[in-house]
């Protein structure tokens, strides 16, 4: 058994089912060994950005890491922005970054780069295999570090991979769950929340599923205090019979006012919220000073023991959630822009649909119209780096095959990765792709604003780049020349008719929805 | 003065007149100054991949550095492939990143990451400007950094652009001009090149231009020394009245064998040659070991003064250079394929064209068939991570608005910085796009062979990540939607008429060349 055989059947043992891959040369050997160990189901990307952002899509869904497969470190240097990403979702990982043969580094042939270099910024583990004996070793080890939520990085040089492994395959490793918070900890919390004032419970970490939904609201009732999400949580269940939770709002002033009166802000699995960006005379860190931050639970910790037992303390459990109705909106009719197409969304939203949202501006009236539609997951842009959506759908998809993913992108966001979309047919994925297509990178003309820059009124050039028409974009044509059907909406009933027609469907679909800017 | 304006006065100061950009909100006071500092021109693309791309593209043909702008790691990382390339190319680039302001760092904002440590392998300096202050100096190092061919990262956080610079911008920097080679070096090549035996020189660096190659063809001769380039010359003056000078081949079998008979190998520029990639049984360094390999001058040294003082010590000043004529093939006719389209090229290849080269496997007939065509320039594919050639076309494009550029690429490739397409339309670039669709990873599937995995013969799941065909793409309907005129072409004939219409009309083009695979 060569070292890609034994790397392969090693991530099998431990529950590796896809890989998202992009070869090259040096990888020849992994690619081979594809059909010589069963149970990988390897999908085709054609840019490696398209790829770690499936990654990340997939292990959202999935609650398990992908692989990926990449060529040496461009390669790795082109899938950096989305593993950026999903390393700050807390999203698990595995890459494979296909190195040249551990003798050949020394001629410094073109494609030699510091590869470890370039992972070592996005990843919590790095890893280059030195031989055939070890590479099935370090790839358990790369699952297990990938655990519940990391990014681990294993570099396989073309010799590690072409070479006899005498060792053979590992089989599965232990991941460690998530991490106990002693119950003296949440006493102190609990502690916090009855003395008095104003208090808000923020959840964060990789998900908040329904039931934790519905727990964290007893616990806030019961303790007189808000309860709140992030900005960008991972991955979140919504929709009719979800809990009402807040959503901690992008705009540092919106967000510094909606927060400004608490005495103590206790955290499970959130950070300390903070402004997205700097801006002169916004402070970074947005809660007041006089409120107490409690980090109760990080990230990897166990967030469901630690709402079970806050449920207890504060005798909550019996207390009733407030839980959203399904209340669903009338399709919208004529004109077509961001909020009308968020009430023809919201109504036609099917049952189980997850939501990937990078539709950034456009996008903004959908979520809350969506808080009463029918149940789904919600997954954010958690890293800031653009072109996240269109790779994510791919990997939700392929995660859940039975669900109907439905893709919300702006325009500007859509053309970092836009590669995606021929995924989507190659791979038959049930997704459902809108563009809003306002014709302008419409958040940086509001944060041009924000920044006071040029008295917050750009000049003719700056405006010219953040102006994306000239020549305007037609993504139907794009998505059929990589083979997805398309239509173009103008008006509100087209969007509908659209819409209700793509989702009833199966298979890709997108929708070039044009919108005006919503500013 | 605020740091963003006294830095873009130091890029004016130092003559760089072009900004590659994809801003985002931290950059905004850099936009806002492009209106407050005459003499930049900044060139929005759509991915960060498409402007490092066009910042080489640019700086071979304009011979000095562009500018890019990039959005902290994440889009540095989108860029660093072609920033790969450029600097496996001896091209020089300024880069641009913005960061958070300094002091919000700490609070791990979503889109924090280790720049510094994402920038460190495709750099050759690396610098985060403190303040205000500082910055208009640390650009003027940026700009003495990339000198002739070096990659120069220096990151702007945004307090540093919009905080008051009391030092004012920087003038114009001394910028080293190319090492000197000691006269008794020379003179060891020289007698090495007397000793008798078979020779080669081969000459490397950031260009050879036709008086270079006419100086090295007449020193071959005297000397009684083949003369060669690199595999892929970062830019190199072909055609009519050019020196004929060797290549040496891309596969390491071809190379070895071409040769396997010298005894002494000049290296001017130019390093020793070795296997692209490792391959089992074929080794890393493919001269033999009996070849006394001769580093005359590195890529930073004067070629000029190496390649005039041999002319004078071997006394070849009045020998004659054998040189290309002017020898135009008939137009082809028949079926399309790389023979008949590399035909076609060499017929209508108009005078003084520049001829980006990224068409992998279906561009092999081009360039012997175009040796003898009008006179060009050549780029090559200098770092191997695909995905330049497009952006490369962008680049050089605005570097000579009067030359026409021809790109030839992969569909492959191709899709890796497609939204290139939009910037060629965007600018109205005069470039003629050529997309060998032959709808295969074709070079993998040599490559597959030539690795020898699975005994040269890919199973089905390894023969399908090789085959980008299903659905098939069509590059017409994609780059309309970008705003470029395409047309397709199946026969030779098609492929004449849309290809002289193409070259003789001004702006940019795009011919979908449905071609078979080569092998």
């Known amino acids: 058994m060569n070292g890609a055989e034994s790397l392969l059947t090693t991530l099998t043992n431990n529950g590796i089912e896809v890989c998202f891959t992009n070869p090259g040369t040096s990888e020849m050997h992994f690619v081979a060994a594809l059909d010589e160990v069963e149970g990988i189901r390897c999908v085709l990307c054609l840019f490696e950005g398209v790829l ?40 698990p990982m595995v890459n494979i970054v296909g190195d040249h043969a551990t003798y050949h580094l020394e001629y410094d042939a073109p494609l030699t780069s510091d590869i470890e270099g370039i992972a070592g910024p996005v990843s919590h583990w790095v890893h280059t295999s ?29 010799d590690v991979s072409w070479g006899d492994n005498s060792n053979g395959p590992e089989e599965a490793v232990t991941v460690e ?27 964060g970490g990789r998900e908040v599923d329904s039931q934790q939904g519905l727990m964290l609201s007893r616990i806030g009732k019961a303790a007189g205090a808000r309860v709140s999400t992030e900005t960008f949580p991972t991955r979140v269940a919504r929709g009719a ?38 801006y002169p005379n916004v402070p970074s860190a947005i809660a007041p000073d006089s409120c107490n931050q409690f980090q109760l639970a990080g990230p990897n910790d166990d967030i469901d023991q630690v709402l079970e037992s806050l449920l207890e303390k504060l005798d909550a459990v019996d207390v009733e959630p407030d839980v959203h109705p399904l209340d669903i909106p009338e399709p919208p009719s004529g004109a077509l822009d961001a909020n009308s197409a968020a009430l023809a969304i919201a109504h036609f939203l099917p049952e189980n649909a997850v939501v990937v949202d990078e539709a950034i501006t456009s996008g903004l009236a959908i979520f809350p119209l969506t808080a009463t539609a029918q149940p789904h997951d919600w997954l954010n842009q958690t890293g800031g780096s653009i072109g996240w959506g269109l790779p994510a759908a791919v990997g939700a998809a392929i995660a859940c095959p039975d669900r109907k993913v439905l893709c919300l992108e702006g325009d500007g966001s859509a053309m970092y990765t836009v590669q995606a979309l021929w995924t989507m047919a190659r791979e038959h994925l049930d997704v459902t792709v809108v563009i809003f297509n306002n014709r302008k990178y419409s ?57 209700e027609e793509a989702l009833q469907a199966k298979g890709p679909r997108l929708i070039d929805a044009m919108v005006p800017t919503l500013f």
């Not at 004996?133 to 570099?155: N, Y």
């Not at 510094?256 to 499970?268: A, N, R, V």
């Not at 699995?269 to 700097?278: D, H, Q, T």
């Not at 102006?467 to 993504?475: N, V």
């Open 52 to 91: 770690s952002g499936a990654a990340d899509g997939y292990a959202r869904m999935a609650r398990k890491p992908a692989s990926t497969l990449l060529h040496l470190g461009p390669g790795l240097g082109n899938a950096l922005a989305n593993v950026h990403n999903a390393k700050k979702g807390h999203v």
């Open 443 to 499: 958040i940086l003309e509001m944060e041009f604003g924000r920044t006071g820059a040029r008295g917050g009124t750009p000049g003719p050039k700056a405006a010219s780049t953040l102006d994306i028409s000239g020549p305007d974009m037609d993504f139907v044509a794009m998505a059929q020349g990589m083979g997805v059907s398309a239509t173009r909406a103008t008006t509100a009933e087209e969007f509908n008719a659209q819409l």
């Open 241 to 278: 019979g979800t809990a009402v939770i807040d959503r901690l709002a992008y705009l540092a002033e919106l967000a510094i006012d909606s927060i400004k009166e608490l005495d103590q802000l206790i955290l499970i699995g959130a950070k300390a919220p903070v402004s997205f960006f700097a």
């Open 177 to 203: 769950g998530p991490a106990q918070v002693p119950e003296s900890r949440i006493d102190e919390a609990v502690a916090l929340l009855r003395s008095g004032g104003n208090s808000m419970i923020m959840i």
């Open 130 to 158: 030195k031989s055939p004996d070890d590479i099935a070793r370090d790839a358990a080890e790369a699952v297990r570090q990938a655990g519940i939520g990391q990014i681990a990085t294993l570099m396989l040089p073309a």
